[in-house]
T-cell receptor
Framework: DGGITQSPKYLFRKEGQNVTLSCEQN?????MYWYRQDPGQGLRLIYYSQIVNDFQKGDIAEGYSVSREKKESFPLTVTSAQKNPTAFYLC???????????????FGPGTRLTVL | SQQGEEDPQALSIQEGENATMNCSYKTSINNLQWYRQNSGRGLVHLILIRSNEREKHSGRLRVTLDTSKKSSSLLITASRAADTASYFC???????????FGTGTRLTVIP
């Protein structure tokens, strides 16, 4: 089946620890995105990548880091520098590169991170 | 900020009624998209309308776009209990395929 997967579904972390969220897609999409969603809120863009080995900061990149070593994978690390990391994290991908700006984004099921 | 805002924040209707949600945004756009999110799940794309289009249909969904007023509406006709979800509008602006999401309308359809 084609799709985008995220793991784990639920993640618990102690304060001061770094944690990495996985995102994989087998849709052959060039672009991938990470969003954060807080209760009752919309999505805010953390990082995005339009092509392998390249990524850009979104609106709330502080305290997060990403890598894009493979087209299929775009892991997100939540570092201890992120002051309020408890949230629902969504990964997405889309088919085309930036200049077209018409393609829809396909979302994974999300990872709920809780900092204890 | 380019982020859209949906109105109302929450909407509760009886099954069979129509549901209308509105979205306003601030800057010029290439297209506007509507997404649906069931509680605790990822978003699912519903429909995309380009800036040169005024109305679009998909099944029981009807989307309108008024670029002069910087607003869009999503109409769900003959609602069903399974339509219960949060609905988000997202705008895309040229230069990057990034979407700016609104805060969402939480729709509850009562059986």
């Amino acid at each position: 089946d084609g799709g985008i997967t995220q793991s784990p579904k639920y993640l618990f972390r102690k304060e001061g620890q770094n944690v990495t969220l996985s995102c994989e897609q087998n849709l052959n999409h060039d672009a991938m995105y990470w969003y954060r969603q807080d209760p009752g809120q919309g999505l805010r863009l953390i990082y995005y990548s339009q092509i392998v080995n390249d990524f850009q900061k979104g609106d709330i990149a502080e305290g997060y880091s990403v890598s894009r070593e493979k087209k299929e994978s775009f892991p997100l690390t939540v570092t201890s520098a992120q002051k309020n990391p408890t949230a629902f994290y969504l990964c997405a991908s889309s088919a085309r590169l930036a200049e077209f700006s018409t393609d829809t984004q396909y979302f994974g099921p999300g990872t709920r991170l809780t900092v204890l | 900020s380019q982020q859209g805002e949906e109105d109302p924040q929450a909407l509760s209707i009886q099954e069979g009624e129509n549901a209308t949600m509105n979205c306003s945004y601030k800057t010029s756009i290439n297209n506007l998209q509507w997404y649906r999110q069931n509680s605790g799940r990822g978003l699912v794309h519903l429909i995309l309308i380009r800036s040169n289009e005024r109305e679009k249909h998909s099944g029981r969904l009807r989307v309108t776009l008024d670029t002069s007023k910087k607003s869009s509406s999503l109409l769900i006709t003959a609602s069903r209990a399974a339509d219960t979800a949060s609905y988000f509008c997202a705008t895309a602006k040229g230069g990057a395929n990034n979407l700016f999401f609104g805060t969402g309308t939480r729709l509850t359809v009562i059986p």
